[in-house]
């Protein structure tokens, strides 16, 4: 029997989508080109208009210009689908939701027998089956590595999402964590590895990178210096967590190689909480002209940088999952990263893995790695398979939660 499932797509309301919105992007989108069983309710909320302009921006698929009930026709997404849009500032939800409940929600969830949430910013009791996607527990971890102001909001969602029913993670290592730090029980803990758009193939994207003039052209755009097979490349928020002050230190002792001179960094993603320091880094190294920070880059910005680089470089001291290894093995590109958390899941059979704490191992290694060059495309990790039925599985063993006392058996 089909069930009513209620997407909470509040994440795809940033200008620029995280990690966490990519993957709710892809996931959203596979559903409802794939679930022809399911109906779905796209739940958003926003004070102003223009975070719901975002929510249509970045799945252009969906656009209308009602924002009423039934968003409108496409015909690649098949699955039966509608909106439920709340007017108000998501700080105020976020702290009623984990205190003081929500007045009118379970009136507003009427008919809904499962809500999905795919980042920790969970639903508060309705009575309704609360199925949760953790990415990582870094907060838990590593809290020294956020801000205080992100602390407490991970702690203030963690609160409820604890309370969740069921639980999806993208890795087994973070499974692991949920199940150790969280002390969920085994059984309500699922892995299922998430859809990632392929930038090497997506037609809007190729056709930027068609011939050789206007992909030094994007390049350019990004960084004058930049030229194709020239650089190494990193690509995310540049946090602490991603371990870039070491990959700098590195970077800067390769480059006393001769063979290495003309090779640059290039560090794609939003400027995080470790900016300022790795300025510094590069600023004590002299490579101002060496390393290039682009901020945040587009999807086909992204492709480019993928397609053109040398060698993508990884380092980072956790991860939920890790995104940046899927889209780099999608372009064939050799693989440096950490030997840590969820990264040799997802790396890749043929990535080198190692320490990342070492900085002398990583100059070495990086030397290495470029001249061996070896490709690395893992299509068990490019191509994951049953991840549609995997999901429909655990739906209806979540959603027959308040028909059943007991929980079912939910297939990891």
Not at 22 to 49: C, G, P
Not at 205 to 225: E, G, H, P, Y
Request: proline content about 5%.
């Amino acid at each position: 029997m089909p069930k009513k499932i209620l997407f909470d797509a509040r994440v795809l309301q940033e200008k620029n989508l995280s990690g966490v919105g990519t993957y709710a992007r892809e996931l959203l989108l596979s559903l409802l080109r794939s679930d022809q069983e399911n109906d779905y309710v796209i739940f958003l909320n926003a004070h102003r208009q223009r975070e719901i302009d975002h929510f249509f921006e970045n799945i252009p698929e969906l656009a209308t210009t009602s924002f009423v009930n039934d968003i409108a026709h496409s015909s690649s997404l098949t699955a039966h689908r509608s909106t439920l849009i709340t007017r108000f500032p998501n700080k105020l939800v976020t702290f009623s939701w984990n205190f003081s409940g929500f007045p009118g929600l379970k009136k507003r969830l009427r008919g809904i027998d499962l809500i999905f949430s795919p980042h920790i910013s969970v639903f508060p009791d309705t009575g309704i089956p609360r199925l949760v996607v953790v990415h990582d527990l870094t907060f838990e971890r590593f809290p020294q590595w956020l801000t205080p102001k992100a602390r407490l909001w991970h702690r203030l969602n963690a609160h409820s999402a604890k309370k969740a029913d069921g639980f999806i993670t993208d890795s087994w290592a973070t499974r692991e964590d949920l199940i150790r730090i969280w002390r969920i029980s085994p059984d309500r803990v699922s892995v299922i590895t998430p859809p990632v758009k392929n930038l090497a193939t997506d037609p809007p994207l190729t056709t930027s990178f068609a011939n050789d003039v206007a992909q030094s052209s994007l390049l350019k755009a990004l960084d004058s210096r930049l030229e194709t097979d020239d650089y190494l490349l990193f690509v995310g928020t540049l946090e602490k967590r991603k371990n870039l002050v070491r990959l700098v230190r590195a970077f800067a002792e390769l480059k006393k190689d001769a063979q290495f001179t003309h090779l640059k960094l290039v560090l794609a993603g939003s400027p995080g909480n470790d900016f300022k320091k790795i300025k510094r880094q590069i600023e004590k190294y002299e490579m101002q002209s060496e390393v290039s920070i682009t901020g945040y880059v587009s999807e086909e910005q992204k492709a480019v940088l993928y397609r053109n680089a040398k060698l993508f470089v990884y380092p980072s001291l956790y991860e939920g999952y890790g995104i940046p290894l899927v889209e780099a093995q999608q372009f064939d590109l050799p693989i440096v990263a950490a030997n840590v958390s969820s990264i040799p899941e997802v790396a890749g059979s043929n990535t080198c893995l190692i320490d990342p704490y070492d900085e002398t191992l990583w100059s070495d290694i990086l030397k290495k790695a470029l001249i061996t060059r070896k490709g690395n495309k893992d299509h068990t990790i490019l191509t994951p398979k049953n991840f549609i039925p995997q999901l429909q599985t655990i739906y209806h063993a979540y959603a027959t939660i308040k028909d059943n006392l007991a929980f079912k058996s939910i297939m990891r």
